[in-house]
């Protein structure tokens, strides 16, 4: 079946960079668009990043554009997202997800998701 497995969250300082992957099993990973969405408590699930299936089309929410980068490895079946500059609003539960028609904003368009990984931004 398929499988998306994130890692790279943590306890990091305002400022401090990390680095998510995002592992993919049980499906064509080149076939698919990725996303990154995350959820804060008491908050819904926004978007923050996807990236087209060759990796030359990427879309970035407003409130990332500038600090946060996505980039994908096919041989891989790994989709990374880089967090410079983070702060504490960007604490929330980062989860990836599959498209296979775009680079969708709206989760309601992705089909598969990972469990998601824990960021938690000190001031």
């Known amino acids: 079946q398929v499988q998306l497995v994130e890692s790279g969250g943590g306890l990091v300082q305002a400022g401090d960079s990390l680095r998510l992957s995002c592992a993919a099993s049980?499906?064509?990973?080149?076939?698919?668009?990725m996303g990154w969405f995350r959820q804060a408590p008491g908050k819904e699930r926004e978007f923050v990043a996807a990236l087209s299936w060759s990796g030359e089309n990427t879309h970035f929410a407003d409130s990332v554009k500038g600090r946060f980068t996505i980039s994908r490895d096919n041989s891989k079946n790994t989709v990374y997202l880089q967090m410079n500059s983070l702060q504490p609003e960007d604490a929330a539960v980062y989860y990836c997800a599959t498209e296979v028609s775009g680079i969708a904003s709206t989760a309601a368009f992705y089909d598969y998701w990972g469990q998601g990984t824990q960021v938690t931004v000190s001031s």
């Open positions: 049980g499906l064509t990973f080149s076939n698919y668009a």
